[in-house]
C-alpha cells in the first residue's frame, strides 16, 4: 500500500480508517465480518482498492478496523469519499435487515411498508421548538473521556427552561433574556449570522450556539419574538430577578461552579483513600514492630534444626557406608550399596516433606493477625463496616473490570515448571532498527547490535553478554566465534560454558561484510549455487530500462512491488534482486541462495518486504472484481 502511494506524490495521508461496530451480544462471524466489509467498501467505491480488515473481539462490542488505500492501484488517482458518514449509516441498516442484526440509531432507520416490508428511509430532522443542536465531537469526547456532562448539554436543560419560563412572561424583552441567563453565569451574544451562549468568566473556553439552548433560542426565532438583537445594557449579578421569584430555588449553579465541585469531590475521594492507605501503613508498621522480631527468631531456630536434621541424615549414611565397607559378611556387597542408597533417599524425601509442612505451618501461624496485601486488608476493613474501605474496594474492582476488558486474552493452556523459573533476560529488553541493524537496548541504553552477519556488544554486564548469548545461540546452532578484547573474549568464554554454548573459533575475526571468507567458513552449497548463478550487472539494467538505481537498505517498513528483473550475483559475489518498482529500480542485496531460488521468477510481478534483517520476496497477485476477466 506504500509503495502505490508513493507513486502519487501529492496525497500525504493515504490511509482511510473507519470502524464497524456491532452492538453489545451480538457475535458475527467471519464470513459475516468480511461481507460487511465489502459491502461498506462497495458502498463509497472503493472496493478495487488495496485494502486490509482486522476483526476485534477483545470488548464488549465486536468491532472491525478497516484501512484503505486512498490511492487507485492502476489509475493512481486518490478518492475521498463525500458524506461518507451518510453512506455507511444507509449499508449499515441494510446489513442489518441482512443478517437479522438489531437497529441502531443514525441518519436511516427501518420502517415498515405498505406491504409490510421493511425498507431503510433517512430519518426526518426534528425542527421543532424543543429540539436542540447536536453536540459537536469535541463535546462527545469531552463527556465521553472525562465523564462530566458537556457545556452544550448543559446549557439545554435548567438554563433552557429557565429562559422559556421568562420569554414566557408578558412585557418581555432582551434585557430580560440577559437577566435569566445571567442567574447561570451565561450571556446571548450575536455571532456573524448567529448567536451563541457563553460562560461570562470564561467565553473563550466555555460556549455553545445559540439552539443548543433549544431551536426556540436562535437568533431568527429570538428577533421574531422580541425585536432585532439588544446587546446587554449593564453587568447584570447572579442574584435572583423577579422573573424568577415564582421559581424554586434548586440551588442551581454556573457550569464552572459545577465542574469545580465535581472536582473538590474527586479530591475528597482522593484524600479519603490516602488516609485510609496511611492507617494500613501504620497497622503494617506496628505489626512489623511488634512480631517481626520474634518471626525472625522462629525462622532462624527453623533453618537450625533443618541443617542438624540434614548433617544427622549425612551421618547415618556415611556410618552405613563405612559399615558395609569393612563388614565381613560374604556376598555382594553391590545389593548392600545399592539397598544403602534406597534407604538413604527415602528417608531424605520424608526429611524434605516434613521439612516443607513445617514451614508451611509457621507461614501461617505467624500470618494470623499480620496485615496482609492492599485489598485483602481493605477486604478485612470492609466486612467490619469501614464505609471508606468499602468505597475504596468498590473502585479496585471497577479498575480490574476496566482491565480484563482492556486485556482480554484467549488462554489455551499453561506449563508450570518443577523449579524456581530464572530471571528472564531477553523479555526485558526492546529493540529498534536502523541501517545497521537491529539494536537491543535495557534501561534505554544499548548493548549490543544484531548486524546480521555478526553481534556486536556495547556493554560488559554479565547478564547483558548472557542475553547476547542467548540470541547468537539461536541464530547459529553449530557454533559461535568470539572475538575483541581479551576481557571481553574471557567473560564471553566462561558464559558461554557455563550456558553449554559450543565455541568453535575464539580469536577469528569476521568482518561486516567480507568479499571472500576463509575457507573453512565456505558453505559447498553455497559455492555451488554461486557459480551457478547468473550475473547482475544493475547498471546495464539501469541504462535499458532508463529508470535510476534505489539501492534498498535492510530496514523495516517500505516494501517494493513489481516485476522482477533480474535475480543472481553481482561483481562481488553477493546475491542481488532487482525489481522495477514503477519509477525506480530497485535494488535488493540478499543472499546468493535467495537470489538463485528467485530466478525462475524472472517477469513475475512480486513483492519484496524487509523484516528488519532480511529481504523476503514472495509472489504478489492482485484480488479484486475485474481479476478473473482480466486473466481470460
Same mark, same amino acid.
Given at each position: 500500500?506504500?509503495?502505490?502511494?508513493?507513486?502519487?506524490?501529492?496525497?500525504?495521508?493515504?490511509?482511510?480508517?473507519?470502524?464497524?461496530?456491532?452492538?453489545?451480544?451480538?457475535?458475527?462471524?467471519?464470513?459475516?465480518?468480511?461481507?460487511?466489509?465489502?459491502?461498506?467498501?462497495?458502498?463509497?467505491?472503493?472496493?478495487?482498492?488495496?485494502?486490509?480488515?482486522?476483526?476485534?473481539?477483545?470488548?464488549?462490542?465486536?468491532?472491525?478496523?478497516?484501512?484503505?488505500?486512498?490511492?487507485?492501484?492502476?489509475?493512481?488517482?486518490?478518492?475521498?469519499?463525500?458524506?461518507?458518514?451518510?453512506?455507511?449509516?444507509?449499508?449499515?441498516?441494510?446489513?442489518?435487515?441482512?443478517?437479522?442484526?438489531?437497529?441502531?440509531?443514525?441518519?436511516?432507520?427501518?420502517?415498515?411498508?405498505?406491504?409490510?416490508?421493511?425498507?431503510?428511509?433517512?430519518?426526518?430532522?426534528?425542527?421543532?421548538?424543543?429540539?436542540?443542536?447536536?453536540?459537536?465531537?469535541?463535546?462527545?469526547?469531552?463527556?465521553?473521556?472525562?465523564?462530566?456532562?458537556?457545556?452544550?448539554?448543559?446549557?439545554?436543560?435548567?438554563?433552557?427552561?429557565?429562559?422559556?419560563?421568562?420569554?414566557?412572561?408578558?412585557?418581555?424583552?432582551?434585557?430580560?433574556?440577559?437577566?435569566?441567563?445571567?442567574?447561570?453565569?451565561?450571556?446571548?451574544?450575536?455571532?456573524?449570522?448567529?448567536?451563541?451562549?457563553?460562560?461570562?468568566?470564561?467565553?473563550?473556553?466555555?460556549?455553545?450556539?445559540?439552539?443548543?439552548?433549544?431551536?426556540?433560542?436562535?437568533?431568527?426565532?429570538?428577533?421574531?419574538?422580541?425585536?432585532?438583537?439588544?446587546?446587554?445594557?449593564?453587568?447584570?449579578?447572579?442574584?435572583?430577578?423577579?422573573?424568577?421569584?415564582?421559581?424554586?430555588?434548586?440551588?442551581?449553579?454556573?457550569?464552572?461552579?459545577?465542574?469545580?465541585?465535581?472536582?473538590?469531590?474527586?479530591?475528597?475521594?482522593?484524600?479519603?483513600?490516602?488516609?485510609?492507605?496511611?492507617?494500613?501503613?501504620?497497622?503494617?508498621?506496628?505489626?512489623?514492630?511488634?512480631?517481626?522480631?520474634?518471626?525472625?527468631?522462629?525462622?532462624?531456630?527453623?533453618?537450625?534444626?533443618?541443617?542438624?536434621?540434614?548433617?544427622?541424615?549425612?551421618?547415618?549414611?556415611?556410618?552405613?557406608?563405612?559399615?558395609?565397607?569393612?563388614?565381613?559378611?560374604?556376598?555382594?556387597?553391590?545389593?548392600?550399596?545399592?539397598?544403602?542408597?534406597?534407604?538413604?533417599?527415602?528417608?531424605?524425601?520424608?526429611?524434605?516433606?516434613?521439612?516443607?509442612?513445617?514451614?508451611?505451618?509457621?507461614?501461617?501461624?505467624?500470618?494470623?493477625?499480620?496485615?496482609?496485601?492492599?485489598?485483602?486488608?481493605?477486604?478485612?476493613?470492609?466486612?467490619?463496616?469501614?464505609?471508606?474501605?468499602?468505597?475504596?474496594?468498590?473502585?479496585?474492582?471497577?479498575?480490574?473490570?476496566?482491565?480484563?476488558?482492556?486485556?482480554?486474552?484467549?488462554?489455551?493452556?499453561?506449563?508450570?515448571?518443577?523449579?524456581?523459573?530464572?530471571?528472564?533476560?531477553?523479555?526485558?529488553?526492546?529493540?529498534?532498527?536502523?541501517?545497521?541493524?537491529?539494536?537491543?537496548?535495557?534501561?534505554?541504553?544499548?548493548?549490543?547490535?544484531?548486524?546480521?552477519?555478526?553481534?556486536?556488544?556495547?556493554?560488559?554486564?554479565?547478564?547483558?553478554?548472557?542475553?547476547?548469548?542467548?540470541?547468537?545461540?539461536?541464530?547459529?546452532?553449530?557454533?559461535?566465534?568470539?572475538?575483541?578484547?581479551?576481557?571481553?573474549?574471557?567473560?564471553?568464554?566462561?558464559?558461554?560454558?557455563?550456558?553449554?554454548?559450543?565455541?568453535?573459533?575464539?580469536?577469528?575475526?569476521?568482518?561486516?561484510?567480507?568479499?571472500?571468507?576463509?575457507?573453512?567458513?565456505?558453505?559447498?552449497?553455497?559455492?555451488?549455487?554461486?557459480?551457478?548463478?547468473?550475473?547482475?550487472?544493475?547498471?546495464?539494467?539501469?541504462?535499458?530500462?532508463?529508470?535510476?538505481?534505489?539501492?534498498?537498505?535492510?530496514?523495516?517498513?517500505?516494501?517494493?512491488?513489481?516485476?522482477?528483473?533480474?535475480?543472481?550475483?553481482?561483481?562481488?559475489?553477493?546475491?542481488?534482486?532487482?525489481?522495477?518498482?514503477?519509477?525506480?529500480?530497485?535494488?535488493?542485496?540478499?543472499?546468493?541462495?535467495?537470489?538463485?531460488?528467485?530466478?525462475?521468477?524472472?517477469?513475475?510481478?512480486?513483492?519484496?518486504?524487509?523484516?528488519?534483517?532480511?529481504?523476503?520476496?514472495? *509472489?504478489?497477485?492482485?484480488?479484486?472484481?475485474?481479476?478473473?476477466? *482480466?486473466?481470460?
Amino acid at each position: 500500500m506504500e509503495g502505490i502511494a508513493l507513486m502519487n506524490e501529492r496525497v500525504n495521508d493515504s490511509v482511510y480508517h473507519y470502524v464497524l461496530s456491532w452492538r453489545a451480544g451480538e457475535n458475527p462471524s467471519d464470513a459475516q465480518a468480511f461481507d460487511a466489509i465489502t459491502a461498506t467498501l462497495t458502498a463509497m467505491k472503493m472496493h478495487d482498492h488495496q485494502w486490509i480488515g482486522a476483526v476485534h473481539r477483545n470488548t464488549d462490542h465486536v468491532h472491525a478496523h478497516v484501512g484503505v488505500n486512498r490511492i487507485h492501484p492502476e489509475t493512481l488517482k486518490s478518492v475521498y469519499p463525500k458524506r461518507d458518514w451518510i453512506i455507511l449509516d444507509r449499508v449499515c441498516r441494510e446489513l442489518e435487515l441482512k443478517h437479522g442484526w438489531s437497529h441502531s440509531p443514525g441518519p436511516h432507520s427501518v420502517e415498515l411498508g405498505d406491504d409490510d416490508a421493511p425498507y431503510v428511509v433517512r430519518r426526518q430532522r426534528n425542527l421543532s421548538d424543543e429540539a436542540k443542536a447536536v453536540p459537536t465531537t469535541r463535546a462527545r469526547d469531552f463527556s465521553a473521556w472525562s465523564g462530566l456532562e458537556s457545556f452544550q448539554d448543559w446549557v439545554g436543560k435548567e438554563p433552557a427552561k429557565y429562559l422559556k419560563r421568562a420569554l414566557q412572561k408578558p412585557a418581555v424583552d432582551w434585557q430580560c433574556v440577559h437577566k435569566s441567563l445571567a442567574y447561570f453565569g451565561l450571556e446571548y451574544r450575536k455571532s456573524g449570522s448567529g448567536a451563541v451562549v457563553v460562560d461570562r468568566d470564561c467565553p473563550e473556553k466555555l460556549h455553545a450556539k445559540a439552539s443548543h439552548i433549544g431551536r426556540f433560542a436562535s437568533l431568527r426565532r429570538m428577533e421574531a419574538c422580541l425585536g432585532p438583537y439588544e446587546p446587554v445594557r449593564d453587568s447584570p449579578s447572579h442574584e435572583r430577578t423577579h422573573h424568577q421569584d415564582s421559581l424554586p430555588d434548586l440551588g442551581i449553579k454556573s457550569y464552572r461552579q459545577q465542574v469545580e465541585g465535581h472536582g473538590m469531590r474527586r479530591k475528597h475521594r482522593r484524600a479519603e483513600r490516602e488516609a485510609l492507605y496511611q492507617k494500613y501503613a501504620a497497622a503494617k508498621t506496628e505489626w512489623e514492630c511488634t512480631q517481626g522480631c520474634k518471626n525472625a527468631l522462629a525462622w532462624q531456630q527453623q533453618r537450625t534444626s533443618e541443617e542438624a536434621r540434614f548433617e544427622r541424615l549425612r551421618a547415618e549414611n556415611l556410618a552405613a557406608r563405612g559399615r558395609i565397607k569393612t563388614s565381613t559378611v560374604t556376598g555382594n556387597k553391590k545389593l548392600l550399596h545399592s539397598l544403602r542408597v534406597y534407604v538413604a533417599a527415602t528417608k531424605r524425601e520424608a526429611l524434605r516433606l516434613r521439612i516443607r509442612q513445617e514451614r508451611e505451618d509457621l507461614k501461617a501461624a505467624q500470618n494470623v493477625g499480620r496485615p496482609g496485601a492492599w485489598r485483602g486488608w481493605l477486604t478485612e476493613q470492609a466486612q467490619v463496616g469501614d464505609m471508606d474501605a468499602r468505597h475504596a474496594l468498590r473502585g479496585l474492582r471497577y479498575r480490574d473490570r476496566r482491565d480484563r476488558h482492556r486485556e482480554s486474552e484467549i488462554t489455551i493452556g499453561a506449563v508450570v515448571g518443577l523449579e524456581t523459573p530464572r530471571k528472564a533476560l531477553l523479555d526485558t529488553l526492546c529493540w529498534t532498527a536502523d541501517d545497521r541493524g537491529v539494536n537491543y537496548l535495557c534501561n534505554g541504553v544499548a548493548i549490543f547490535r544484531d548486524e546480521g552477519q555478526r553481534v556486536v556488544f556495547k556493554d560488559m554486564g554479565d547478564d547483558n553478554i548472557r542475553a547476547g548469548l542467548m540470541l547468537c545461540r539461536e541464530k547459529w546452532a553449530k557454533g559461535l566465534h568470539i572475538s575483541g578484547t581479551d576481557e571481553f573474549k574471557s567473560r564471553a568464554m566462561a558464559l558461554a560454558t557455563e550456558m553449554n554454548i559450543r565455541i568453535v573459533y575464539q580469536d577469528l575475526q569476521i568482518p561486516k561484510r567480507s568479499l571472500e571468507p576463509p575457507e573453512s567458513l565456505k558453505d559447498p552449497l553455497v559455492e555451488t549455487r554461486a557459480r551457478g548463478a547468473n550475473a547482475v550487472d544493475p547498471e546495464q539494467l539501469s541504462s535499458q530500462c532508463g529508470k535510476p538505481l534505489l539501492d534498498c537498505a535492510t530496514r523495516f517498513g517500505h516494501p517494493h512491488t513489481g516485476k522482477l528483473v533480474a535475480a543472481g550475483c553481482n561483481t562481488l559475489g553477493e546475491g542481488v534482486v532487482v525489481i522495477d518498482a514503477g519509477r525506480v529500480l530497485a535494488v535488493i542485496h540478499t543472499s546468493v541462495r535467495t537470489a538463485t531460488d528467485l530466478q525462475p521468477k524472472v517477469g513475475r510481478f512480486v513483492r519484496a518486504h524487509s523484516s528488519g534483517l532480511q529481504w523476503q520476496v514472495v *509472489d504478489f497477485q492482485r484480488a479484486g472484481p475485474d481479476l478473473n476477466a *482480466d486473466s481470460e
